[in-house]
T-cell receptor, first 114, second 112 residues
Framework: EAGVTQSPTHLIKTRGQQATLRCSPI?????VYWYQQALGLGLQFLLW???????NRGNFPPRFSGRQFPNYSSELNVNALELEDSALYLC?????????????FGDGTRLSIL | QKEVEQNSGPLSVPEGAIASLNCTYS??????FFWYRQYSGKSPELIMS????GDKEDGRFTAQLNKASQYVSLLIRDSQPSDSATYLC????????????FGTGTRLQVTL
């Protein structure tokens, strides 16, 4: 069974540009989560999508947005990139809206802002 | 007070010993608790989940939960050099609807 897949592996952008990160969940999982892990910092919750809807959002500015498609895959969009956005962006998936289901992570997209 | 606290380490144990990793959390309503292992430059890998008080064993790993003390731990028996990694404690805090709140992780070094 394929795990959570993310693309691209690495992404290099300059300040002010826009970045799109993609995630495909484990087959059968309907919930997708996005986390940011900046160097030396812990994982910070960004967004949670389930059944195509945004269910929860972390303390990030509106330029961080996303969506979930009918096949449950998801995109994270970051507009007006800033140097501080350089981080590992991790996608996780789990079974539905049952809150205690374990989340399984993809390998991440490393976003570098020059 | 941080919602989930871990000692950053490094915790150094000799090969074959028991490694004990600890985590405390602040919200008494927390319901679900997870341990993840993260190798440097890699993504977190789920090791254990625990939901009720007591011990849960899986191979060389044992998770322990004490909700009264707001404490969750991970024991690794017969530690191997391949266990050297950062161990992340994660909690689903009541009312946060599936949002995982992570500690900053404890770095474990297993020495030969």
């Amino acid at each position: 069974e394929a795990g959570v897949t993310q693309s691209p592996t690495h992404l290099i952008k300059t300040r002010g540009q826009q970045a799109t990160l993609r995630c495909s969940p484990i087959s059968g999982h309907t919930s997708v989560y996005w986390y940011q892990q900046a160097l030396g910092l812990g994982l910070q919750f960004l967004l949670w999508y389930d059944e195509g809807e945004e269910r929860n959002r972390g303390n990030f500015p509106p330029r961080f947005s996303g969506r979930q498609f009918p096949n449950y895959s998801s995109e994270l969009n970051v507009n007006a990139l800033e140097l501080e956005d350089s981080a590992l962006y991790l996608c996780a998936s789990s079974l539905g809206q049952i809150s205690n289901q374990p989340q399984h992570f993809g390998d991440g997209t490393r976003l570098s802002i020059l | 007070q941080k919602e989930v606290e871990q000692n950053s380490g490094p915790l150094s144990v000799p090969e074959g010993a028991i490694a004990s990793l600890n985590c405390t959390y602040s919200d008494r309503g927390s319901q679900s608790f997870f341990w993840y292992r993260q190798y440097s430059g890699k993504s977190p890998e789920l090791i254990m989940s625990i939901y009720s008080n007591g011990d849960k064993e899986d191979g060389r790993f044992t998770a322990q939960l004490n909700k009264a003390s707001q404490y969750v731990s991970l024991l690794i028996r017969d530690s191997q050099p391949s266990d050297s990694a950062t161990y992340l404690c994660a909690v689903i805090v009541a009312g946060t609807a599936s949002k995982l709140t992570f500690g900053t992780g404890t770095r474990l070094q297993v020495t030969l």
